[in-house]
T-cell receptor, first 112, second 117 residues
Framework: DAKTTQPPSMDCAEGRAANLPCNHS???????VYWYRQIHSQGPQYIIH?????ETNEMASLIITEDRKSSTLILPHATLRDTAVYYC?????????????WGLGTSLAVNP | NAGVTQTPKFRVLKTGQSMTLLCAQD?????MYWYRQDPGMGLRLIHY???????AKGEVPDGYNVSRLKKQNFLLGLESAAPSQTSVYFC????????????????FGAGSRLTVL
């Protein structure tokens, strides 16, 4: 599974959009981009994933560049409860998750 | 649905003691995993299982054993605890990922914080 690069930390004002970038320049054609987040002391929580089209769900939007080498997770109206570490992971959709590489993610601080 | 449940949530051990962490999932997932998380490091896979009765080593298996006698349960054992095993342990599960979008999402438990003195 491909490795990803994320900024270690970001700040965002409450109510504003939070845009979290992720570089995955070595992504393969069959690999998806997954985003998880981990609120302090809790287990990671799935947010969203996509292959090449932009995706949106009730939590966030995922924008993937046309060459698929980078993506952006968008939290449209960040709240204090969105303060967490956000992980970007790329992997093929089938098979087990034993090869996932969990980096340190981006620590997002949403400020009042 | 309870999802993934880990017990206990907290435990303090003395060096050399043994213990077992229990993970239970009610989603009928085929795959189950045990991770550890330490400050300044990402999640690291200890052991995993692709089905009932099967287990395999992950990235950091030394000092741990696992068993999956029932599909819904995955046990992590420490036979002789060491201070280096002080960590937060997370169990997770996922389906086989051969079906539609979203089929390969990891669902995590709330974590078990272990301190070895």
């Amino acid at each position: 599974d491909a490795k990803t690069t994320q900024p270690p930390s970001m700040d965002c004002a409450e109510g504003r959009a939070a845009n979290l970038p992720c570089n995955h320049s070595t992504i393969s054609g069959n690999e998806y981009v997954y985003w998880y987040r981990q609120i302090h002391s809790q287990g990671p929580q799935y947010i969203i994933h996509g292959l090449k089209n932009n995706e949106t769900n009730e939590m966030a939007s995922l924008i993937i560049t046309e060459d698929r080498k980078s993506s952006t997770l968008i939290l449209p109206h960040a709240t204090l409860r969105d303060t967490a570490v956000y992980y970007c992971i790329v992997r093929a959709n089938a098979g087990n998750n034993r090869k996932l590489i969990w980096g340190l993610g981006t620590s997002l601080a949403v400020n009042p | 649905n309870a999802g993934v449940t880990q017990t206990p949530k907290f435990r303090v051990l003395k060096t050399g003691q043994s213990m077992t962490l229990l993970c239970a999932q009610d989603m009928n997932h085929e795959y189950m995993y045990w991770y550890r998380q330490d400050p300044g490091m990402g999640l690291r896979l200890i052991h995993y299982s692709v089905g009932e009765g099967t287990t395999a080593k992950g990235e950091v298996p030394d000092g741990y054993n696992v068993s999956r006698l029932k599909k819904q349960n995955f046990l992590l054992g420490l036979e002789s605890a060491a201070p280096s095993q002080t960590s937060v342990y997370f169990c997770a599960s996922s389906s086989h990922g051969k079906t539609s979008l979203g089929a390969n999402v990891l669902t995590f438990g709330a974590g078990s914080r272990l301190t070895v003195l």
